[in-house]
């Protein structure tokens, strides 16, 4: 256990920010995951709803530094070009 006042302020703040993190990160993934079964399915407009969905909570991630910002773009872009094969052969 830390002895200095800073440091014991610092562990309550990291443990705060990694609960919060936490469920942010879980939320991602489930849109992500989403966005690929929709992918995966017959419906185009929902598909592109979901992929929607999930590029807009990457964004917010790489904004507020839960993931590296070329993290968010590489899977963006991976869920935007299974979009349009999608919609290409539809």
């Known amino acids: 256990m830390a002895n200095i006042r800073s440091a014991r302020k610092r ?3 990291d ?6 993190n936490r469920v942010r990160k879980s939320d991602l993934s489930t849109s992500i995951r ?3 079964e929709a992918l995966l399915g017959k419906e185009v407009e929902e598909a592109q709803m979901e992929v929607m969905n999930a590029v807009s ?3 917010k991630a790489a904004d507020k530094g839960m993931i590296h910002r070329n993290n968010a773009a590489r899977r963006k872009s991976r869920l935007m070009r299974s979009l349009a094969e999608v919609s290409k052969t539809e």
């Open 34 to 36: 989403n966005a690929r």
């Open 57 to 59: 909570k990457l964004d």
């Open 15 to 20: 443990a705060k920010k990694t609960a919060r």
């Open 11 to 13: 562990i309550r703040a």
